[in-house]
C-alpha cells in the first residue's frame, strides 16, 4: 500500500518517500550552496552584512506571522451533534513496549461516546514484542476493539504499523490514537458531525493535543513539563486553528488526526520511512488539492518528562521535519505558493529558530556581559537586536494566549525561563541533523508511564519493557 503515487505521476520521475533521504541532484545544490555561501562570505564582508540583513528581515516575517496567527485563531464553530444515523468509525492505535499503560489506555478508549456496535478499533502491535502481545489479549477489552499484529519486515515504525491496520479498517473514517492518550468522549462525534457538514474536499481533521500530568512521579520535570505544555498549546490552540481557517496546509499531530479513509487509502496511506509521517502527510493531502481542518474538542496527553525522554523525541520531530522539507521541495505540482508559504512558515522556521535559539541567546548575553565588564555599551547593532526582542516578545506572547486557552499553566517566570528551553531545542536540532545523516531512518520512541497516583505505580510499572527506540534496519 504505502508508495503508491498520486494520479498522473511517473514513479520513475519522483521518489515520494523519505526512504531515499537525498537525491544527488538535492545533495549536490545543498553542497553547491554552503560552499557558495561560505565562499562569498569569507571573500567579502559585504556580502556576508547582506545575508544578515535577510535573515534578520525573514525573523521579522515571522513576528509579524505569529501575530497575524493570534488574530486569525479564534475557536472554529463546533458542529453540534447529528441526530441521523452515525458512519462507522475505525480507531488505530499503534504500541510498541506499552504493556505497563494498556490498562490505561483500554480504560480511555472505552468512555468514547459513540455506538459502540459502529466503532472498529485495532490495537496495531509488532509481531516482536511479545509482552505487549501477551498483555493485550490479557486484558477484557470492549468487542470492537482488536489485537492486531504487524508481521515483520521493515522498517519498524509506527507509520508502517498503521498502514497495516488501514489496509484491514472497515470504518467510513478513521482516527489515530497514541498509547498516553486521554481523548475528550465526544470527539469522535464531532469529527463525524464536522465531515457531514462539509465537502468532500476536507479529508482530514485534527484535535488539539493538550499537554498535563495529573500525577507526580519521579520522571516529571517541572521546567521541560511546563515548557512542553505551552509549546503545544501555542501550535494546537493558535497556529493550527489559524492556518484551519485561512484555508491553508499544516503539519498533523502525531495522534487525534480524524480522515475520510477512501482518501487516505487514494494517498497509499502513510510514509512508512518518515519519522514524522504526520508532518508529511498534512502536504500530501494539500498536493492532491483536499483541505485540512480542526477540532475543538482535545485529546491529552502526558510530557515526556526528563532531558531522557524529552531530548529523543524533540530530535525526531525535527529530524522528521528535515525528511518532509527534503521529500516535499524535489517537485513543485500541487503546492502553489500558498503550500510553499505555509511549509516554510511552519516546517522551515520550526527548524531555523531551532538551530538559531542557543546562539542568539549566546550573543545576548556576550552582549550585555561585554557592556557589563567595559562599564559601557559596545557597539550596539540595533537591528539585529531588535529582531531579537522582537522575535522572544511574539514568542512568548502567542506562547501565553495558547497556554490561556489550553488552560495550561505559563506565568512571568515560565516567560523569563523560556529562552533556556528554547536553547534545549538547539541541542535537539544538533542531534536531529547527525541523526539525519548517519541514521535517518531510526525511530526514537518515547517512553510512555501510566500518569496514575505514586501509590498505584509500582504495581503497573514492572511489564514496561526499556527501550531506546525503533530501528528501522
Known amino acids: 500500500m504505502h508508495g503508491q503515487l498520486p494520479k498522473g505521476r511517473n514513479a520513475g520521475a519522483f521518489v515520494e518517500s523519505a526512504k531515499v533521504t537525498t537525491t544527488p541532484t538535492q545533495l549536490l545544490v545543498i553542497i553547491l550552496l554552503i560552499g557558495a555561501t561560505t565562499a562569498s ?20 516575517v515571522i513576528v509579524g506571522w505569529r501575530l497575524l496567527t493570534i488574530v486569525v485563531s479564534q475557536s472554529p464553530r463546533t458542529a453540534p451533534p447529528s441526530s441521523a444515523s452515525w458512519p462507522r468509525y475505525s480507531i488505530v492505535v499503534a504500541l510498541h513496549d506499552e504493556a505497563a499503560i494498556l490498562p490505561h489506555l483500554i480504560e480511555r478508549l472505552s468512555r ?6 459502529l466503532l472498529d478499533g485495532y490495537l496495531t502491535l509488532e509481531a516482536h514484542d511479545q509482552a505487549t502481545i501477551d498483555a493485550a489479549l490479557a486484558l477484557k477489552r470492549p468487542e470492537w476493539l482488536h489485537v492486531l499484529v504487524v508481521p515483520p519486515g521493515t522498517p519498524t515504525t509506527k507509520p508502517r504499523a498503521l498502514n497495516h491496520a488501514l489496509a484491514v479498517a472497515k470504518g467510513e473514517f478513521l482516527t489515530v490514537y497514541d498509547a498516553e492518550d486521554d481523548p475528550d468522549p465526544l470527539q469522535l462525534q464531532e469529527a463525524a458531525a464536522r465531515f457531514a457538514a462539509e465537502d468532500d474536499d476536507l479529508v482530514c481533521l485534527q484535535a488539539p493535543l493538550r499537554i498535563r500530568r495529573l500525577y507526580k512521579g519521579y520522571e516529571n520535570s517541572p521546567f521541560l513539563d511546563r515548557h512542553f505544555a505551552a509549546e503545544y498549546a501555542a501550535l494546537f490552540e493558535i497556529t493550527l486553528p489559524a492556518m484551519a481557517r485561512m484555508g491553508l496546509p499544516f503539519p498533523l499531530g502525531g495522534t487525534s488526526n480524524h480522515f475520510r479513509i477512501s482518501a487516505l487509502r487514494a494517498l497509499g496511506g502513510w510514509d512508512a520511512w518518515n519519522v514524522t509521517e504526520d508532518a508529511d502527510l498534512g502536504f500530501r493531502i494539500w498536493r492532491r488539492g483536499w483541505r485540512l481542518g480542526v477540532l475543538t474538542r482535545p485529546t491529552y496527553e502526558t510530557p515526556p518528562g526528563r532531558l531522557l525522554h524529552w531530548l529523543p523525541q524533540r530530535t525526531r520531530w525535527l529530524k522528521g521535519y528535515m525528511q518532509t522539507l527534503l521529500v516535499h521541495t524535489r517537485f513543485a505540482s500541487g503546492m502553489g505558493w500558498r503550500g510553499w508559504t505555509a511549509m516554510t512558515l ?6 531555523a529558530s531551532a538551530a538559531l535559539h542557543a546562539l542568539s541567546v549566546a550573543w545576548i548575553a556576550t552582549f550585555f556581559l561585554t557592556a557589563l565588564l567595559a562599564r559601557q555599551l559596545p557597539v550596539t547593532p540595533w537591528l539585529g537586536l531588535g529582531v531579537l526582542l522582537c522575535g522572544t516578545a511574539a514568542a512568548i506572547l502567542t506562547t501565553a494566549i495558547g497556554a490561556r486557552r489550553a488552560n495550561t499553566p505559563f506565568n512571568a517566570w515560565d516567560m523569563l525561563a523560556a529562552p533556556a528551553y ?28 501510566p500518569d496514575v497516583a505514586p ?3 509500582p504495581s503497573i510499572n514492572e511489564p514496561l519493557v526499556a527501550d531506546s527506540g525503533r530501528a528501522a534496519a
Open 112 to 117: 468514547l461516546d459513540y455506538p459502540h456496535h
Open 422 to 449: 528554547w536553547s534545549l531545542l538547539s541541542l535537539a536540532f544538533a542531534h536531529a541533523l547527525i541523526r539525519l545523516i548517519a541514521e535517518p531512518h531510526r525511530w526514537d520512541k518515547t517512553a510512555h508511564k
Open 346 to 351: 511552519t516546517l522551515g522556521a520550526a527548524l
Open 41 to 60: 562570505v569569507l571573500a567579502s564582508s559585504g556580502i556576508g552584512d547582506t545575508l544578515l540583513f535577510g535573515v534578520q528581515l525573514s525573523f521579522l
Open 455 to 457: 501509590q498505584d505505580f
